[in-house]
Structures are given as structure tokens and as C-alpha cells.
């Protein structure tokens, strides 16, 4: 009776999580159908934000409520959101998985505890900080000794030539982004190779193999359920940042980045420069839309989540195989 009765709150337990996003789900959804209805699947290809005339007189569309001249497409947004996430993810796995293989195999095992707990304290410095340092120091850093070299040098790379702008844009916000997401990754990924079977490694050894041999040939290859799971973990981070990414992407509206150095805007940090103006809406119609918005961020979140696990079930490592 004891062992059901505790089966029966674990279950109850669990399920919390679930319920709870699906609760948010329907929320969002609920709180953004006028909006939905408004604008339809035009809102996901439009690339025209426009909250009207907020002083004029309301006009009626469709039965619904706004203000004269409303427009509302996030195609920019979904841009800015989904590029800014992929570039830092590509930055941040190298050298998140890099750095853990340095501090795990090539250390002393003294000295890399004590490197590894400092790069584990990156990962609590609060992403405001992260924001106001790429404000100050790399925007600038980054516009008069690296975006003119990229330009000038690799200009036969897309997306690499061309003006390289203010400093504010679509790379700057990725190198941030990256910098944010590679302590979860190093961390996560060393502590995987530190539980991994040392019969592993003596066997590697014991066939000639290098330290590193040892490390790139099998214990790498025996992670893949690890760095695929950190990775989406980390893209999670990257696709909701907020106020990081808002400090140093440009804050573009209603344009589509031609190039890396291109100011752009992303959907969580839209919302929050934007909440401020849409609540001056006698409709209301500007607050569902950044609603709207929210809810195809979670959607994209959930889909990712839906995708990895599917890649880690097709794999045959779902069960850390």
C-alpha cells in the first residue's frame, strides 16, 4: 500500500511538468486568439510591425477592435531569432566541448577542478551583465578590429562581405549568445567524461592509442546522447535571451539581416522593448499580438525539443546508449 501510494505521488509529481506547459500553451493561445484571428498566417511571412496610430480613433476589422493603420508580421523576428541561435550554437559547441576535454585530460586533476569551477561560475553571472559588457567592450572591439577584417578577407563567404554597420547585429548578439551557452555546455560535457567507463580509456591505451586519440576516437563518439542533449539545452537558452541579446543586436524593426553585421531583432527581446509601447493600446490588440508572438516562440521551443528527441530515438540513444 506504502510502495502504490508513493508510485501514485511520483506520478503525480511528474506529470506536474507537462501539465504546467501545456497549461502556458493554452494560455497564450487563448490570450492571443483575437490576434490569431486578425492576422492569420500572414503574421509569420509579413515582414511589417506597425501598432498604428495609438492617439487616433479605433476602426473595426472583422469584427475585432484596433487602431487605424495596425499591421502585425514577425517575419523579421523569426529570422533574427532562428539565425542568432544557430551561429552561437556553432560557436559555443567547439569551444564548450573543447574546453572540457582541456580541463578534464589535459590538466592536473587540482588545478583543472579549481579552472573548471570558474568556469562553471560563468554560468550564474546574470545575462544583464553579459549585455552591458558586449555593450561597452565588444560592440566597439568587435567594429574596428574584427568585422573590417572579416569583410575585407572573406568576402567570398555569404553572408561575410559587404557594410559591416554600427557593431550592433546579428554576430555581435551570436558571439554574446555563445559566450553565455559554452560554461552549460563545458560543464555538462566534462562531467559526462568524467563518468565514463575507465575500461574505455584502458582500452584505448592499450592499443597504441594518444591521450587525445583516446578521448576524439571513443570517448567522444560514446557522449553523442550527452552533447546532443546539452546542445538543444543550450539552443533553448539561446532562442528565449532576452535582455542580452536586446543590449546588443541593434533592436532592427521590420528588416532582414543581409549579412552577419546586419542589426537584427529577436522574438523574447522584441517582447520586452515593445511591451512598453503596445500597452499604450486602448484595444489591446498590440499586447495579444507580443502574446502571439509568445506562443510561436514556445511552439519552435517545443518543436526543437520534439526534433532532438526523435535524432536521439532514431540513434538508439534515448536511454544514453
Known sequence: MRFSLFRVLLMMIASLLPLTLIIIIAFLAAYSWPAIELNGFHFLSANNWNLGNLYGDTVNYHGLQIMQGAYYGIWFL????LASSFIAICLALPFGIGSAIFLSEAMPKNLGGLLSLFVDLLASIPSVVYGLWGYITLVPFLKEHVFPVLSRS?????FL?????????????????????VPLVSSTVREAMYMTNPALREAGRSLGLSRFQVVWHIILPNLRSVIIGVSILALGRALGETMAVLMVSGNALNYVPNNVYSPISTMASFIASQLDSALQDPTGMAVRALSEIALVLLLITVVVNIVARLLLWKRGLSHGQ
Open 154 to 158: 572573406l568576402p567570398f563567404i555569404p
Open 161 to 181: 562581405g559587404g557594410e559591416i554597420g554600427s557593431g550592433y547585429g546579428l554576430l555581435t548578439a551570436s558571439i554574446v549568445l555563445a559566450i553565455m551557452m
Open 78 to 81: 523569426i529570422v533574427g531569432t
